[in-house]
């Protein structure tokens, strides 16, 4: 077997990212949105919504009873922090206004009760 196939296509950087020095908080959402509306759109518009936003991640749809037939709830988990200090309350706030507001707005969508 030859090897330096192999060694010849290995990368030689190394990337690391450095471990945030400052507590993030996750914060859940469900809404009900139209079937047609697309998952990376609702990411892309709430990345917009703050430089807070890290993370974005999908941990459930349904579809079924208790929904409209054109409808669907997507349950997504948000990732907030800042590089630089720790976040207040009024900036979580903020963030969580800012949105359910995309939300309401650009898909016309609704938090889940």
Not at 33 to 59: A, M, R
Not at 71 to 77: D, G, N, Q, R, W
Request: glycine share 2%; net charge neutral; aromatic share 8%.
């Amino acid at each position: 077997m030859n090897l330096n196939v192999l060694f010849e296509t290995r990368s030689s950087s190394i990337h690391f990212v450095e471990i945030n020095k400052f507590p993030s908080v996750s914060r859940d959402y469900a809404f009900i949105v139209d079937k047609s509306t697309k998952y990376s759109d609702i990411k892309t518009e709430i990345k917009k919504c703050s430089s807070l936003v890290s993370n974005i991640n999908i941990f459930d749809i349904y579809v079924g009873e208790h929904l409209e037939k054109n409808k669907v709830s997507i349950a997504l988990s948000v990732l907030i922090e800042a590089k630089d200090h720790t976040l207040k309350e009024d900036e979580l706030s903020d963030v969580d206004s800012r949105i359910r507001n995309v939300i309401e707005t650009k898909f016309n969508g609704a938090i889940r009760s």
